[in-house]
């Protein structure tokens, strides 16, 4: 015979007497779930992180040299000795410019492809005729391979490509600039004063935070940003003839003007993928939000200005982090467009590829690939831990 069921019970609730139960099913749906992704975690932690700790041993040994490919190769562990070689040794002249220009590279994609790809997101946002035509034509170079898109641009800028030629259809001269061999540079600066060139550059970065961060939190901005950097700024000011040179002699690196050719591909070839980017996230913001914006009398430059940019700041930085990632890789399309021995058009993970498998040299080209992936670390550790921080918040 059924009992009456209390006043106030759900029926399908577990009852008070019944905490074990519930216990023993919660411990059993994590076994469950640990189970499911042991193997995953198994092959991540042998095939991503315990190569990465191989590759950081690696580094700190002298593996290289005429022995270097024997079966048994003699290593001997030497500890920082190829990084310090990197940065200050006689023989990284090659490996400090390929370092400049992929800063160059990272800084022009950014500003290129970000600013370019919000740039066409608006005018499609304005939904013209054929749009869908011209989504399709703007998002096609993000199918091409490097390797295709960079031939395809190296015989356009070849000093008698179409780039140089094409004024001459218009009746005017052709141009004999040398997109991807000049030997020119500009911003040249000596590397001997690197250290205080990068302490001049945490200053300038602290006030433009504190400043950017004025309006929301005035103490904390002057406390935390401005004061820090501006008190930088006057040491290394006053006391900078006190930072040690990083090399014995003068060395001048600068943005040659030969990787102009190369950052004119990599912009073509990801202004699209910014677009689509952006452009999803316009259709995303509510029809509602821009009539009402536009009843309070905001123009069009003012809705995107004020509004829609301002919340599309999760695919900005998502636009950043991933274009950042993908300048710290660029080998195949500069192999592609000016071959493996152009030193003005170097950058870091060719030359890796290079001193590993053409030089045999294992350690320094191990080290090179760690400077990349802390290099990649600085820009996407800081973004990982701010989405856990806006998780824990939720």
Not at 221 to 250: N, Q, S, T
Request: glycine share 10%; no cysteine.
């Amino acid at each position: 015979m059924n009992q009456p069921r209390r006043a106030g019970s759900i029926p399908g609730a577990a009852r008070p007497d019944q905490p074990d139960l519930l216990m023993r099913e919660a411990s059993l749906d994590k076994l469950k779930a640990f189970l499911t992704l042991l193997p995953s975690m198994i092959l991540i932690g042998v095939f991503v992180y315990g190569f990465i700790g191989n590759t950081i041993w690696t580094s700190m040994t002298d593996w290289g040299g005429s022995g270097a490919m024997a079966l048994n190769p003699q290593k001997h562990f030497v500890g920082l000795e190829n990084y310090i070689d990197l940065f200050t040794g006689f023989l990284g002249g090659n490996f400090r410019q390929d370092l400049v220009n992929a800063v160059y590279y990272s800084v022009m994609l950014l500003a290129g492809a970000v600013g370019l790809g919000m740039f066409i997101a608006i005018l499609l946002d304005q939904k013209p005729k054929g749009e869908d035509l011209l989504r399709t034509i703007f998002l096609y170079p993000m199918s091409l391979s490097f390797i295709v898109s960079g031939t395809i641009w190296r015989w356009l800028l070849a000093p008698q490509g179409g780039v140089n030629v094409l004024p001459k259809y218009f009746g005017f001269k052709p141009l004999t600039f040398k997109w991807l061999s000049s030997q020119a540079a500009i911003l040249v600066f000596n590397w001997q004063d690197i250290l205080r060139i990068l302490a001049y550059i945490a200053a300038f970065i602290l006030i433009m935070v504190g400043v950017f961060l004025l309006r929301k939190d005035q103490g904390k901005a002057i406390k935390r940003w401005l004061i820090p950097g501006i008190v930088l700024g006057a040491l290394v000011w006053i006391f900078g003839g006190l930072i040690p040179d990083a090399l014995f002699m003068e060395e001048e690196h600068g943005f040659n003007l030969a990787t102009l050719g190369i950052i004119i591909a990599t912009i073509w070839q990801y202004s699209g993928y910014t677009m689509a980017l952006y452009l999803a996230g316009f259709n995303g913001i509510s029809q509602d939000l821009r009539d009402a914006a536009m009843l309070d009398g905001a123009s069009q430059v003012g809705y995107y200005r004020y509004v829609a940019i301002p919340m599309l700041k999760p695919i900005t930085i998502s636009a950043v982090i991933i274009l950042s990632h993908i300048s710290l890789k660029m080998f195949d399309l500069i192999f592609a467009m000016t071959g493996p021995d152009n030193a003005a058009t170097g950058h870091p993970a060719l030359n890796m590829y290079l001193t590993t498998f053409r030089g045999n040299e294992f350690s320094r080209g191990a080290a090179i690939a760690i400077v990349l992936f802390l290099i990649a670390a600085m820009f996407i550790v800081p973004y990982l831990v701010g989405q856990y921080r806006q998780q824990g918040r939720r």
